[in-house]
């Protein structure tokens, strides 16, 4: 029951596309001005880190008494879901940069969307 109320969860197409470009911009830094990273990344994210940014920012969302997600919540999810998606070269490893620090620098980048709160922005009711 609860993942079906999850699933209810509206996510703006403005936070898909915040989560499309941070993956994206972990597989090609450089399209992205991220051009002095790109040498520490062997393999980005795959589009299924998008698929589960977006998943567990449902997912916090509704934990967080919502029944719409925001920007704050794909960012907050943004590390646990791509730390581990961010394979990281030896040089990487060698100048003793994590995939954190590499997150941290596409995530600094990456411009957070306004989402306007609309009709889906009502909060869920627990009565």
């Keep these: 029951d609860l993942q079906k109320e999850t699933d209810r969860v509206y996510v703006d197409p403005a936070l898909i596309e915040y989560a499309v470009r941070m993956v994206t911009a972990s597989r090609q830094p450089k399209d992205f001005g991220l051009k002095e990273i790109e040498h520490y990344i062997m393999f980005g994210g795959s589009p299924r880190a998008s698929i589960n940014?977006?998943?567990?920012?449902?997912?916090?969302?509704?934990?967080?008494?919502?029944?719409?997600?925001?920007?704050?919540?794909?960012?907050?999810?943004?590390?646990?879901?791509?730390?581990?998606?961010?394979?990281?070269t030896y040089e990487a490893l060698s100048d003793n940069v994590s995939s954190d620090d590499l997150l941290k620098s596409i995530l600094d980048r990456i411009p957070i969307p306004v989402v306007p709160l609309h009709e889906h922005a009502n909060l869920r009711s627990d009565s």
Excluded: W
């Excluded at 449902?58 to 879901?81: E, H, K, S, T, W």
């Design 53 to 88: 940014l977006i998943l567990t920012a449902r997912a916090l969302a509704f934990v967080r008494g919502r029944n719409y997600a925001l920007p704050q919540d794909v960012l907050d999810m943004a590390y646990d879901v791509m730390r581990h998606r961010i394979v990281l």
